[in-house]
């Protein structure tokens, strides 16, 4: 009998790269939503864009919005992660992750493309949508991280003490989650700019107790949204192609 080599699989670090569409796709239409927008309406006009994407009948979408103050929970939500269940409403989602909080000053991105025109591995895709995000960071000077053992964008508090003796504070900038169906994305990553981080005390955001949350402004950084937006749109050219 002959031995079988068990290797675990490549880090993200490792897979990230750029996801572009095949040669003679369209470019991705990119749209920003003016005011709050409420989260059962986006659900179904996400859902309703991806069967369309699916059928051939719409270009792939990322859709820019902000929700007014929420909780949603994922497919692997943990009830007891929901400590203040009467603060804000809970819309049960079927994306993937935990606990999550959306509010006026974040920005969420909603993504929309056919991973059959692009790169069929799902853990590649994550990893794009993280180097998105992180390449989004750098152009206001902050370095975000990826974690392997947690999904988002995390950024270093050396100022702080951490959890543990020699332990590096850190917090979450940015939360990711998202759905296929049929190889076809929704849900997508979300962006603290200047949110109300008290807001964030209902749940264990993400089922991450021992680091905290963060945005822009805390930081120190005067960011608007407008500001992101543009960093967003150059850099998800970059990493996913054209858009228009």
């Known amino acids: 009998m002959s031995d079988t080599l068990v290797t675990a699989p490549p880090d993200r670090d490792a897979i990230a790269g750029l996801f572009h569409a095949a040669p003679g796709s369209p470019p991705v239409e990119w749209r920003i939503a003016d005011g709050l927008t409420d989260y059962e309406?986006?659900?179904?006009?996400?859902?309703?864009?991806?069967?369309?994407?699916?059928?051939g009948t719409a270009n792939e979408l990322v859709w820019l919005v902000e929700h007014p103050p929420l909780y949603t929970a994922g497919t692997s939500a943990d009830p007891a992660d929901l400590t203040d269940p009467d603060r804000?409403?809970?819309?049960?989602?079927?994306?993937?992750?935990?606990?999550?909080?959306?509010?006026?000053?974040?920005?969420?991105?909603?993504?929309?493309?056919?991973l059959k025109r692009r790169r069929q591995d799902v853990r590649a895709f994550v990893a794009a949508l993280e180097a998105w995000i992180i390449g989004t960071l750098d152009r206001f000077n902050v370095h975000g991280e990826r974690r392997e053992d947690r999904v988002g964008v995390w950024v270093r508090r050396p100022e702080r003490a951490g959890a543990a003796p020699g332990v590096v504070a850190e917090d979450k900038i940015a939360a990711i989650g998202i759905r296929l169906r049929k190889w076809v994305s929704f849900h997508g990553v979300s962006i603290n700019v200047e949110p109300d981080l008290t807001h964030y005390g209902g749940i264990v955001p993400c089922g991450v107790s021992d680091?905290?949350?963060?945005?822009?402004?805390?930081?120190?950084?005067?960011?608007?949204?407008?500001?992101?937006?543009?960093?967003?749109?150059?850099?998800?050219?970059?990493?996913f192609g054209p858009v228009d």
Not at 43 to 53: D, F, K, P, S
Not at 211 to 227: C, E, R, W, Y
Request: negative net charge; without cysteine; charged residues 20%.
């Open 41 to 55: 309406e986006a659900l179904e006009a996400m859902q309703a864009r991806a069967e369309a994407i699916r059928a």
């Open 88 to 114: 804000f409403p809970v819309h049960e989602t079927g994306r993937g992750g935990q606990y999550t909080y959306h509010g006026p000053g974040q920005r969420v991105a909603y993504v929309m493309v056919d």
């Open 211 to 239: 680091h905290g949350v963060t945005s822009l402004v805390d930081l120190g950084l005067p960011v608007t949204m407008a500001d992101l937006d543009v960093a967003l749109k150059a850099e998800f050219e970059a990493v």
